[in-house]
Nanobody, 118 residues
């Protein structure tokens, strides 16, 4: 059973930056695709970014060029560097892990709140 714990959320002004971190335990971290998702009030959870075992990454169009996902397989962590934040980035951000070859993310963290003020 993989356990994921996010940290680094908070309140920031528009244009500012935050770095989220997710620590994984209980599984073979290097074998997972790791992802970040977010859910704003009244909206469905949406994909933000993911990073594969190879280090290749994908981003939602809404964050491309502003957010960067990275992973450290030695430390079992995945980070999300968020720059040029906008009020519409306000959401609870979730870290997730997907076993290679599967379509769905199997493991989720509890989420961390990011609030961007205008």
């Amino acid at each position: 059973q993989v356990q994921l714990v996010e940290s680094g959320g908070g309140l920031v002004q528009a244009g500012g930056s935050l770095r989220l971190s997710c620590a994984a335990s209980g599984g073979t971290f290097s074998g997972y695709t790791m992802g970040w998702f977010r859910q704003a009030p009244g909206k469905e959870r949406e994909f933000v970014a993911n990073i594969r075992r190879s280090g290749g990454s994908s981003y939602a169009d809404s964050v491309k060029g502003r957010f960067t996902i990275s992973r450290d397989n030695a430390k079992n962590t995945v980070d999300l560097q968020m720059n040029s934040l906008k009020p519409e980035d306000t959401a609870v951000y979730f870290c997730a892990a997907r076993i290679v070859g599967k379509l769905n993310y199997d493991y989720w963290g509890q989420g961390t709140q990011v609030t961007v003020s205008s």
